[in-house]
């Protein structure tokens, strides 16, 4: 399985950015995608995660109401629509998959990642 994030960039505080993660290599339907991600220093922490079916989502507190997962059979490619950013939003933002139906923020439970695609939030 390979993952190839794109969409970070720069951004100001307050507007959005929307992410992709191409999914290849695999089944996607078969796959619960997450989203990590890492800022200096920090532990990589959890974002969002969605279902192999996309009909259960899970957020992390800190983005709960501003992020969005989503996810398209038609293209194999998941989405982080990111709103209302904040510098604390500032990190390096990975694609992560596992198999399987179980929806779970604990990092160490998907075993395939992307290289990761860095956000910056100016104030």
Known sequence: VQLVESGGGLAQAGSSLRLSCTFSGGTFSSYTMGWFRQAPGQEREFVAAITWNGDDTRYADSVKDRFTISRDYTKDTMYL?????????????????????????????????GQGTQVTVSS
């Open 81 to 113: 629509q990111m709103n209302n950013l904040t510098t604390s939003d500032t990190a390096t933002y990975y694609c992560a998959c596992k198999i399987g139906i179980v929806l779970t923020p604990t990092r160490t439970a998907y075993p395939n990642w």
